[in-house]
Structures are given as structure tokens and as C-alpha cells.
């Protein structure tokens, strides 16, 4: 973890979607580590439980109800919220033609509606803040494709869009809205994707191999990023789209795997 002014997130409270496992748990960890009240939440607690400063909250994005009583809880509790990570999400490794309109629908609900319900039922808790950072995850698959994502490129796209719209539109509430786009993150869900295009193993090394700094980011990678959006130095950084891929995009031609 790379060093940063001690408490930087001091007196804030910070609500992490998908904060139980890959990219959200990562996250959670380097904001309670940074003196945040840090809620995670996801679809269930993990076996062993959460790390010392997080509180778990069962949350389905996908349902408004739910998030409802998200935010009625943090008001309950503190009466303002003054960081939102959008990181929910689900991969589909297909392409158009072999998915069903389930899937299309369900992957739409988790990606792109569960990151647009968590957003505008915390705006009002950001307003009692007197501001706040909303971070949502996109992709750099939102700007050009890998084979077999088709519906997980599209919701990206749209979560890009999604997330200029709300920066122009609440930037006068001192609300602050970026999405981060990570390339190849190890996580359960790269390992899902490798394994289900075959030859996992010489897929991964080329990944590697492909990248100019020679690997694919971490979770760790992914926070270090979302930390300094969700703090004051960025008082001045809203409506971005921050791609963190290691300068793989950067080249002219892509891995074909």
C-alpha cells in the first residue's frame, strides 16, 4: 500500500457496493485504513467475516428498496455520507449472439441500474454533507472491446455516460463524480474470463506479456486510485473517465486472445 498523508479520510463516511470481494474489498481496506466509517456491502457477509473498522450491510443494488434502507440506515447512524464507490458488478463472457435476454437484462440491472439507484438515493446525504465523491466503476472495455464481453461492454459504456451526466448535473452541489476503468485486474473475475476462453494459462501469460509494465494491476492498484478521488486532493477532478490499465490501451495493437 503506497503511503499517503495519515487520516487522509478522517470524519468521513464512505459506502463501498460489491465491498466484500476483488476491487471493493481492496478498497474498503485503504479507506479504513485512512479513517474513514467504511460500509460495505454486498449480497452476503464472507464466512469469515470483515476486517477490523468495517461495517457490513446486505445490499441488493438491483432493488430499490434495498438501497432505500442503505441510506436510511448511514442516516440514521450519521446523518450525511460523503463517498459512494460504485463497484458492484458481473461479467457475462459471451458474445451478442449466445446471450440470452436474461443475462443482457440481469447484467444491465447489477452494472448499469444498481450503480444509477445506489447514486441518487446517497445525493441527498451528500447534500447534508455539503458534498461528496461519487466513484463508479467503468471500464477500459467501455472504450474498446475483448472477445466475448459483449453485454459487459455495453453496460460499461453506459456507466461512462452515466457518469458525465451526474458530474454536470450535481458538480453545483459540490458533488464530485468519476469513473475509474481498470484493464486486466487479478481478480475472481479476470480468473473467470481466462478460464473460459481455454488455454488459461497461456492466455494469462500473454496477458503479461502484452502489457508494457509486464503484468496486470491489483486490487491495491485499483484503490490507491479511488482513495485519492474520494479525498480533498481531488477536490478539483469530476467528470473523468480514469483509465488504469498499466498503459495497455496506450498501444496500437491489442492482445488477440
Known sequence: MSAVREGYLAGKV???TGGCGGIGAAVCARFAAEGAAVYATGLAEPAGGLASGLVFQRHDVTREESTIALMGRIEGEHGRLDVLVNAAGIEIEKTV???????????FAVNVTGTFLTSK??????????????????SYDGFIADPNLAAYCATKGAVHALTRAMACDHGPDNIRVNAICPGYVDTPM?????DSMGDA????EEARRVHPMRRYGTPEDMANLVNWLAG????YASGQLWVLDGGLSAQIQQMRV
Not at 98 to 105: A, F, G, L, V
Not at 201 to 204: F, G, I, K, V
Not at 232 to 235: T, V
Request: aromatic share 8%; proline share 2%.
Open 190 to 194: 479476470l480468473k473467470s474470463f481466462f
Open 201 to 204: 494459462e497461456r492466455l494469462r
Open 97 to 107: 449472439e449466445q446471450t440470452s435476454r436474461e443475462e443482457w437484462d440481469r447484467i
Open 121 to 138: 438515493h446517497a445525493l441527498p446525504l451528500m447534500r447534508k454533507a455539503g458534498g461528496g465523491s461519487i466513484v463508479n466503476f467503468g
Open 14 to 16: 464512505a459506502v463501498v
Open 232 to 235: 480533498d486532493e481531488a477536490r
